[in-house]
């Protein structure tokens, strides 16, 4: 635990859980992070979640699934990480110096974790910002018969998938999100999918679940439907064909 009064911060990431009927299994299950990682956030177990850097990210992704501001999260835990530091330096300052040599396997293995850990984070922090970044704008100059011509050396933007017309259901990704697509009772399609990726299906009946609604574009029997969400909400729909 930290200092006092520590406890409030995790009771608040427990109480917006509760409040919406959801077990830790269940968040685990539609955040993609651990359940024993979000009770360390609740319980303020710091030292099983590892470094500072860690415990912001998963509480990033954790607020703001449940609805909360992950700054100011993040902020209130920054606060008290310092007030920790200082106490902690405050003891080492006064308690007899002893150095140990760590092992070479001890380095290596911690450094592999560290590495592992950073990746999730940054792929994390990635997903839900990129539908914001604005695409390539393609300038065009005129030739001499009065024709416009693209500039050269852009990225091609990804085309829409064949819609398929009547009883037809497609996705296109903006951005890196998880889905489950369960058409007529078989699951279609299960999966974390990066931007770009792009299916239709035919059926009678669709049940899609998102993990990044703001991330993908829902077509049904050939008319846009829209996104279902905001960046980083989980969504689930049915449709019938």
């Not at 530091?85 to 001890?106: E, H, I, K, M, N």
């Not at 416009?148 to 259901?169: C, E, I, K, Q």
């Not at 703001?214 to 989980?234: H, P, Q, W």
Request: charged share 20%.
């Amino acid at each position: 635990m930290n200092a006092s009064g520590s406890r409030d911060l995790g009771e608040r990431f427990r109480a917006a859980r509760e409040a919406r009927g959801l077990t830790l299994s269940e968040v685990a299950e539609q955040i993609r992070i651990r359940s024993v990682y979000l009770a360390a956030i609740e319980d303020e177990h710091w030292n099983a979640i590892g470094a500072p850097v860690y415990a912001r990210g998963f509480m990033r992704t954790y607020a703001r699934f449940l609805g909360m501001d992950p700054e100011e999260a993040v902020a209130e835990f920054n606060r008290r990480q310092d007030v920790s530091t200082a106490a902690t330096a405050q003891d080492v300052a006064q308690a007899p110096r002893q150095r140990t040599r760590p092992s070479g396997a001890l380095i290596w293995v911690a450094g592999l974790v560290a590495v592992v850990l950073i990746a999730f984070v940054v792929y994390n922090e990635v997903a839900m910002r990129a539908q914001q970044s604005p695409g390539p704008v393609a300038d065009a100059t005129a030739t001499t018969d009065g024709a416009a011509s693209a500039t050269p050396d852009l990225p091609t933007p990804t085309p829409v998938p064949a819609l398929g017309g009547a009883n037809s259901l497609a996705l296109v990704l903006s951005a890196p999100s998880w889905l489950r697509v369960t058409v007529d009772g078989s699951v279609s399609m299960e999966g974390t999918f990066p931007a770009g990726t792009s299916k239709t299906f035919h059926g009678k009946n669709a049940q899609v679940r998102i993990g990044n609604a703001g991330g993908v574009e829902v077509f049904v029997d050939g008319k846009d439907r829209g996104k279902l969400g905001a960046s980083g909400d989980v969504v689930e729909y049915n449709f019938t064909l």
